[in-house]
């Protein structure tokens, strides 16, 4: 069993922290592999045990557009976000919801069959009271399959967030 998992997310959020804590001892395998520009692979995780193996990718065309090129990335985005198993929108809680992030949203909102996980980052940086804040403000704006707060950077909460994708395939 293998899957395709896009992680999306404005600039630094932390999607490199969270792939590098998750990418084991294999990445270089696939390295080897011809990478089109519409599905860079960022790394696979392996679960020897389950026999599973998630590849994760990047997603071009997920943000901004700034001229009317854009128009056709955010089609080829919406395409690739279809057709991968999940996907984790990482978003940093130390932020409030912005532009970027709701502009991500809205393509979300175009691709209806794979469920998208919220990933909440950076929670070591923040307080209780302001990670319910967070997980209000975006539980409106998208049904998110499960809502997972971590921090990528001191690995909390990155082994669940792990079993919960392994889970899916
Ligand atoms: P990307 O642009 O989404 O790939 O974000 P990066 O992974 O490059 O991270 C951007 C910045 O946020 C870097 O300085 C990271 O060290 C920092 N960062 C990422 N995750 C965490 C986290 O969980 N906690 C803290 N405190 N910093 C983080
Ligand atoms: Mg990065």
Redesign the pocket.
């Known amino acids: 069993h293998s899957g395709f998992v896009a992680i999306v997310?404005?600039?630094?959020?932390?999607?490199?922290?969270?792939?590098?804590h998750m990418i084991g001892q294999k990445v270089a395998i696939m390295s080897d592999k011809p990478q089109t520009t519409r599905n860079r692979i960022h790394g696979v995780v392996t679960d020897e045990a389950q026999g599973k193996q998630i590849i994760f990718m990047d997603t071009p065309g997920i943000h901004k557009p700034k001229h009317r090129l854009g128009e056709h990335m955010v089609k080829i985005a919406t395409q690739t976000l279809r057709e991968v198993e999940a996907v984790l929108f990482?978003v940093?809680a130390t932020m409030p919801k912005g532009a970027g992030d709701e502009y991500i949203i809205e393509i979300l909102k175009n691709v209806k069959d794979t469920p998208v996980y919220l990933i909440i980052?950076?929670?070591?940086?923040i307080e209780k009271q302001q990670l319910l804040e967070i997980i209000s403000s975006y539980k409106d704006a998208y049904e998110f399959a499960e809502i997972v707060p971590?921090?990528?950077?001191?690995g909390?909460n990155v082994s669940r967030l792990k079993d919960l994708i392994f889970n899916l395939l």
Do not use: Y
Request: hydrophobic share 35%; no cysteine; glycine share 8%.
């Open positions: 997310g404005r600039p630094n959020v932390g999607k490199s922290t969270l792939m590098n990482l940093d980052n950076k929670i070591d940086l971590i921090s990528a950077k001191v909390e």
